[in-house]
């Protein structure tokens, strides 16, 4: 599975968005990018994920470079219960499930 | 529906006892994993489970020992503890399936501290 770096930590102010940026310019044509986020330490939760089209859902919008080599994850509308530690993470298409994390980006979003 | 449920959620150990981590999940999801949590660090997989009757080795294993029993239930065991193994260890499932990509979910995470 393709690696990914992402900034250690992101300060955002209240009721703007927030973008979260990764690079993962290893990944192959078939892994896919997915986000999660864990919130104070409890357990990730997933927030998105994305091929190569740009994706949205209630939650955020997955923007993925043409040639695939970064995404940024956006929160359009930033707020307190936003701060967390963001995951970016490549998975390769498979059965196997595996996932591995890295260490993330901390969030704060900050009145 | 009560997605991932681990047990216990906190226990304290002393060095060279053993414990089993149980953890069982609800949504029919093929795989299954382990994830230890270290005081500001990341998530590190100790093994997984792609597929009931499989288990394999993540980027942490020593130590550690893991039983699919079935679908829903993947343990993991602590043969003998070490305080290298205080940490918060996290369970999760994924549905795998034939495309592989479906989102995992999280248990609440089970805290360990050896002494």
């Known amino acids: 599975d393709a690696k990914t770096t992402q900034p250690p930590s992101m300060d955002c102010a209240e009721g703007r968005a927030a973008n979260l940026p990764c690079n993962h310019s290893?990944?192959?044509?078939?892994?896919?990018v997915y986000w999660y986020r864990q919130i104070h330490s409890q357990g990730p939760q997933y927030i998105i994920h994305g091929l190569k089209n740009n994706e949205t859902n209630e939650m955020a919008s997955l923007i993925i470079t043409e040639d695939r080599k970064s995404s940024t994850l956006i929160l359009p509308h930033a707020t307190l219960r936003d701060t967390a530690v963001y995951y970016c993470?490549?998975?390769?298409?498979?059965?196997?499930?595996?996932?591995?994390f890295g260490q993330g980006t901390t969030l704060q979003v900050k009145p | 529906n009560a997605g991932v449920t681990q047990t216990p959620k906190f226990q304290v150990l002393k060095t060279g006892q053993s414990m089993t981590l149980q953890c069982a999940q609800d949504m029919n999801h093929n795989s299954m994993y382990w994830y230890r949590q270290d005081p500001g660090m990341g998530l590190r997989l100790i093994y997984y489970?792609?597929?009931?009757?499989?288990?394999d080795k993540g980027e942490v294993p020593n130590g550690y020992n893991v039983s699919r029993l079935n679908k829903r239930e993947f343990s993991l065991r602590l043969e003998s503890a070490a305080p290298s193994q205080t940490s918060v260890y996290f369970c999760?499932?994924?549905?795998?399936?034939?495309?592989?990509?479906?989102?995992?979910?999280f248990g609440q995470g089970t805290r360990l501290t050896v002494v």
């Open positions: 993470i490549v998975r390769v298409y498979s059965n196997t499930g595996k996932l591995i």
């Open positions: 290893t990944i192959s044509g078939n892994e896919y």
């Open positions: 489970s792609a597929s009931e009757g499989t288990t």
């Open positions: 999760a499932s994924s549905g795998g399936g034939f495309d592989g990509h479906t989102e995992a979910f």
